[in-house]
């Protein structure tokens, strides 16, 4: 997959190339048909999300649907509440 068209806010995805190879990410918002911004609360933080190509990322088929939510009724959100959001999947993956 190379294209943002199947991709929404609040998913969960995970970096297959780059320093941060093997990290769980959100996706916090979608730049165009390649890019993402995406956010751990921990190494990328919401003040400065990474950007990254589509093609670097393996795309799971969760979405967090609070975030996706929150996001877009522009509710304030903290780092601490995408680390929160990460947790269980951290473990699981």
């Known amino acids: 997959m190379d294209s943002?068209?199947?991709i929404t806010i609040g998913?969960?995805?995970k970096s297959r190339?780059?320093?941060d190879k093997g990290n769980i990410f959100l996706v916090l918002d979608i730049i165009d048909d390649k890019y993402?911004?995406?956010v751990d609360?921990?190494?990328r933080k919401l003040e400065n999300p990474k950007?990254?190509?589509v093609k670097h990322l393996i795309i799971y088929n969760t979405v967090v649907p609070e975030l996706k939510e929150k996001i877009e009724n522009g509710t304030k959100i903290n780092n601490a509440y995408?680390?929160?959001l990460l947790e269980p999947f951290k473990i699981k993956l």
């Open 4 to 6: 943002t068209s199947d």
């Open 51 to 53: 950007k990254k190509k």
């Open 41 to 43: 609360g921990d190494i």
């Open 11 to 13: 998913q969960v995805v």
């Open 17 to 19: 190339a780059g320093r």
């Open 36 to 38: 993402l911004y995406i």
């Open 82 to 84: 995408i680390r929160k």
